[in-house]
């Protein structure tokens, strides 16, 4: 794979037809889907054979070339699942291969046994269908099931509690199953991946067990759109579980919702304190306009940047923010293991951290503004300034104007407009 990707650099189409052999379009879907910016770039993008010899022969994976390579040209298509999955914090880059396999095994083994439950409850899990239609009202009635994806009845045998009141958890789960579903079918739906039941269904299976797991959560629309690449990437249902149980300890709070907030709110407030502090003028007129909630940012934030590029430039732009982002312990964090905190003013530690994160360290910044996505969005805006201060006079014309990127933003060019917009902010930050 090594060589075809020196091959590839080589020549344009080549590069293309090869992006495509990975994740192919369906033929009357071609012209509806942005154009892919992302190529794979010999001497700059993570390849296979880079990737191989960056582990020690005991399976010790050398994490500072991994990144440095990364934030320069992204990863080949062939090796994106298993990287995600240290970039993630699934695996520590400092654990063996029999470590790795051995942690590998217990966790397919866990979510064997949720999936298992939730196979109990509702035996559509698991079956290789899944379901669009409601299989339960409101108040947990069973209701037939009836022109879904299946001829697999569900017993819908009900989970009481104490006194035989339905628990009104598993209720909640039961009606999410549907929207997931419904989702589900149209979350991709232009890759040939998809046109096979059996992958929807995997995708339905890894969000229903998710659900049932993280009950404070459960589902919310967007997850989809969140959950889809991991599945693509990662052959095995259980890793494709995990890797993006981690991906969702990333964005969980945006997700959160109450009777009087959404869960990304946090994130839109971080945003206009970003612009305000960055771009006094701009802000003073989005305010005036009645968008100083910055709402109309709202699905760049939830669903990363998902809808505004090609399926592949996604993918390109999450990485790089991963490893941009990257804590050496994120492994140690989630799965507390940390004894004490790092000496951050080492500078061996330092190279551990990806490039935005190193910054935050040395700086001491506040945490909840190391979001990249947030900066993220806040360079988009300063990219369309000049349009948005001369053009928009409600917030149907900010919703337009930057409607207009989808399918026209340069991810790479929109990370490092971001990294800038970052460093101006701790400049100002600092000088206050």
Same mark, same amino acid.
């Given at each position: 794979m090594g060589n075809s990707i020196i091959a590839a650099c080589k020549n344009g189409n080549s590069s293309v037809e090869e992006l !495509?052999?990975?994740?192919? %379009?369906?033929?009357?879907?071609q012209a509806d889907v942005p154009n892919t910016r992302f190529r794979p770039r010999a001497g700059k993008t993570l390849s296979e054979r880079r990737w191989n010899a960056a582990f020690s022969q005991e399976g010790h994976l050398d994490i500072v070339g991994v990144l440095r390579r990364i934030q320069r040209g992204g990863i080949h298509p062939s090796i994106k699942g298993d990287v995600w999955e240290f970039l993630l914090g699934c695996f520590d880059p400092n654990s063996t291969f029999?470590?790795?396999?051995?942690l590998r095994q217990r966790r397919r083994e866990q979510y064997a046994a949720w999936k298992s439950e939730c196979q109990k409850i %509702?035996?559509?899990?698991?079956?290789g269908k899944l379901t669009t239609n409601a299989i339960v009202t409101d108040d947990g009635q069973p209701i037939e099931l009836a022109n879904t994806t299946s001829n697999v009845q569900d017993t819908n045998d009900a989970m009481p509690v104490d006194n035989g009141v339905y628990d009104k958890k598993v209720v909640q789960w039961k009606l999410n199953l549907s929207q997931i579903g419904l989702d589900v079918v149209r979350t991709d739906r232009f890759l040939v991946f998809y046109e096979n039941q059996a992958n929807q269904a995997k995708l339905w299976d890894?969000?229903?067990?998710?659900?049932?797991m993280d009950k404070d959560i459960g589902?919310?629309?967007?997850m989809t759109d969140i959950c889809s690449p991991v599945v693509i990437l990662l052959e095995n249902e259980a890793d494709a579980f995990w890797c993006f149980e981690r991906v969702m300890r990333k964005l969980r709070e945006n997700f959160k919702s109450s009777a009087n907030s959404i869960g990304v709110q946090s994130q839109l407030s971080t945003l206009a304190q970003i612009v305000k502090t960055v771009d006094p003028k701009l802000h003073r007129h989005l305010e005036e306009l009645d968008g100083g909630e910055y709402l109309f940012a709202l699905r760049m934030l939830m669903v990363l940047f998902r809808r505004e590029l090609s399926f592949d430039d996604a993918l390109y732009l999450w990485e790089v923010m991963w490893a941009m982002e990257?804590?050496?312990n994120i492994y140690s964090l989630y799965n507390k293991t940390l004894e004490q905190l790092p000496d951050k003013?080492? !500078?061996k530690q330092l190279k551990q951290y990806g490039e935005f994160e190193r910054r935050i360290v040395r700086t001491g910044a506040m945490k909840q503004t190391d979001a990249l996505a947030i900066f993220l969005v806040a360079s988009v805006l300063e990219t369309k300034k000049k349009r948005l201060m001369k053009e928009a006079k409600g917030l149907d014309d %900010? %919703?337009?104007?930057?409607?207009?990127?989808?399918g026209n933003l340069d991810a790479k060019k929109a990370l490092n407009k971001a990294l800038k917009v970052h460093k101006k902010y701790l400049n100002k930050v600092k000088r206050s």
């Amino acid at each position: 794979m090594g060589n075809s990707i020196i091959a590839a650099c080589k020549n344009g189409n080549s590069s293309v037809e090869e992006l !495509d052999s990975y994740f192919p %379009v369906r033929p009357e879907c071609q012209a509806d889907v942005p154009n892919t910016r992302f190529r794979p770039r010999a001497g700059k993008t993570l390849s296979e054979r880079r990737w191989n010899a960056a582990f020690s022969q005991e399976g010790h994976l050398d994490i500072v070339g991994v990144l440095r390579r990364i934030q320069r040209g992204g990863i080949h298509p062939s090796i994106k699942g298993d990287v995600w999955e240290f970039l993630l914090g699934c695996f520590d880059p400092n654990s063996t291969f029999e470590e790795r396999n051995e942690l590998r095994q217990r966790r397919r083994e866990q979510y064997a046994a949720w999936k298992s439950e939730c196979q109990k409850i %509702v035996p559509l899990v698991g079956s290789g269908k899944l379901t669009t239609n409601a299989i339960v009202t409101d108040d947990g009635q069973p209701i037939e099931l009836a022109n879904t994806t299946s001829n697999v009845q569900d017993t819908n045998d009900a989970m009481p509690v104490d006194n035989g009141v339905y628990d009104k958890k598993v209720v909640q789960w039961k009606l999410n199953l549907s929207q997931i579903g419904l989702d589900v079918v149209r979350t991709d739906r232009f890759l040939v991946f998809y046109e096979n039941q059996a992958n929807q269904a995997k995708l339905w299976d890894v969000l229903a067990v998710y659900a049932w797991m993280d009950k404070d959560i459960g589902y919310v629309q967007g997850m989809t759109d969140i959950c889809s690449p991991v599945v693509i990437l990662l052959e095995n249902e259980a890793d494709a579980f995990w890797c993006f149980e981690r991906v969702m300890r990333k964005l969980r709070e945006n997700f959160k919702s109450s009777a009087n907030s959404i869960g990304v709110q946090s994130q839109l407030s971080t945003l206009a304190q970003i612009v305000k502090t960055v771009d006094p003028k701009l802000h003073r007129h989005l305010e005036e306009l009645d968008g100083g909630e910055y709402l109309f940012a709202l699905r760049m934030l939830m669903v990363l940047f998902r809808r505004e590029l090609s399926f592949d430039d996604a993918l390109y732009l999450w990485e790089v923010m991963w490893a941009m982002e990257y804590n050496p312990n994120i492994y140690s964090l989630y799965n507390k293991t940390l004894e004490q905190l790092p000496d951050k003013s080492n !500078d061996k530690q330092l190279k551990q951290y990806g490039e935005f994160e190193r910054r935050i360290v040395r700086t001491g910044a506040m945490k909840q503004t190391d979001a990249l996505a947030i900066f993220l969005v806040a360079s988009v805006l300063e990219t369309k300034k000049k349009r948005l201060m001369k053009e928009a006079k409600g917030l149907d014309d %900010v %919703v337009q104007i930057l409607s207009e990127i989808t399918g026209n933003l340069d991810a790479k060019k929109a990370l490092n407009k971001a990294l800038k917009v970052h460093k101006k902010y701790l400049n100002k930050v600092k000088r206050s």
